[in-house]
């Protein structure tokens, strides 16, 4: 029933700006720890920017000051915003959100988003 939606990847320059999206949708108790994770190829996937339900944030340092994770606890979402973007920025990007689904207890599961390709031509 619960599923992460990501919209806003694609291609953009050297220097361009996205803004990705990660809804959550389904009948859902509560959202614990949501974040953003990549995965370039050939290479693992790496986690970039986590935030916590109280809106505490960690970022990888290759996009510390580039890079910002938000949420909007109200629609379930979750927000990465990308600036001053660089080829090595290209990847699948995967957004993960912990979650009780509702009437499912008081474990927290994780779930990933389907993926979004963001390439950054140079």
């Known amino acids: 029933q619960v599923q992460l939606v990501e919209s806003g990847g694609g291609l953009v320059q050297t220097g361009g700006s996205l803004r990705l999206s990660c809804a959550a949708s389904?009948?859902?108790?509560?959202?614990?720890?949501m974040g953003w994770y990549r995965q370039a190829p050939g290479k693992q996937r790496e986690l970039v920017a986590s935030?916590?339900?109280?809106?505490?944030?960690n970022y990888a340092d290759s996009v510390k000051g580039r890079f910002t994770i938000s949420r909007d606890n109200a629609k379930n979402t979750v927000y990465l915003q990308m600036n001053s973007l660089k080829p090595e920025d290209t990847a699948v990007y995967y957004c993960k959100a912990k979650i009780i689904p509702a009437d499912s207890g008081t474990y927290y599961y994780p779930y990933w988003g389907q993926g979004t390709q963001v390439t950054v031509s140079s």
């Open positions: 935030i916590t339900s109280g809106g505490s944030t």
């Open positions: 389904g009948r859902i108790f509560s959202i614990n720890a």
